[in-house]
């Protein structure tokens, strides 16, 4: 029972993570306001293309995020605090606000700015590759990826209703608060990644006589 609760946690966990990081609620504004000019079903067709490539994005960097760490001999440690970093300089820009973002107009919107690097960005990226090398493998990683992006298809399809019950104040309310706990994940990731490096060197630090 304790074997089953444990891994039903970190599935949960490895959820809310990257849920926090994709953040389909906080981009709501920006989803609407880059939307608004197309018709019901062409608007459709974008989210839906939006949500499955970035779901792809991610896949690609979750199955394949070990063979680019051992490529460039980077450690998990060393990823630890790098993917920590960009996700607190995400989580510092969603804190500020993204306004800029609501000004780009792309000639393909389901792929840029929607795909990415509104939803699979460089915080989503990193936050999959540490899931997958830090103790979830690929599981709670897999189905976290999954599950967000039916998630995110949902909340996305229903942007209209969800930006006039929650209004601007409100979606912008939920983006700082995502923005703050994104800036607490980030912290933590950074703190495993020194206590890591440090123990390492510990270990193999040479004994006194």
Same mark, same amino acid.
């Given at each position: 029972m304790n074997a089953v609760s444990e891994a039903l946690q970190q599935y949960f966990t490895a959820f809310i993570m990257l849920f926090v990081v994709f953040d389909a609620l906080g981009n709501v504004p920006i989803?609407?306001? &880059?939307?608004?000019? &197309?018709?019901?079903?062409?608007?459709g067709r974008v989210i839906q293309n939006s949500v499955v490539i970035a779901g792809v994005i991610l896949l690609f960097f979750a199955l394949g995020g070990r063979l680019l760490l051992d490529f460039f001999r980077v450690s998990v440690d060393d990823f630890r605090i790098a993917g920590g970093t960009i996700l607190f300089i995400v989580s510092i820009e969603g804190l500020l606000g993204r306004v800029e973002a609501m000004k780009i107009k792309a000639?393909?919107? /389901?792929?840029?700015?929607?795909a990415t690097p509104l939803l699979a960005g460089p915080g989503s990226?990193? &936050?999959?590759?540490?899931?997958?090398?830090?103790?979830?493998?690929?599981?709670?990683t897999i189905v976290s990826i999954v599950a967000n992006v039916a998630v995110a298809w949902v909340i996305l399809t229903y942007c209209d209703a969800i930006f006039k019950v929650l209004g601007k104040n409100g979606s912008l309310v939920i983006a700082r *608060?995502?923005?703050? *706990? &994104? /800036?607490?994940? /980030? *912290?933590a990731m950074i703190r495993e990644g020194v206590e890591g490096i440090l123990n390492s060197y510990a270990l193999h630090a040479p004994s006194l006589p």
């Open positions: 989803f609407h306001s &880059l939307t608004e000019g &197309l018709e019901f079903k062409e608007r000639e393909h919107l /389901a792929v840029v700015p929607l990226i990193s &936050l999959v590759i540490y899931l997958m090398e830090a103790g979830y493998g690929s599981g709670p *608060i995502m923005a703050l *706990i &994104l /800036a607490a994940i /980030a *912290i």
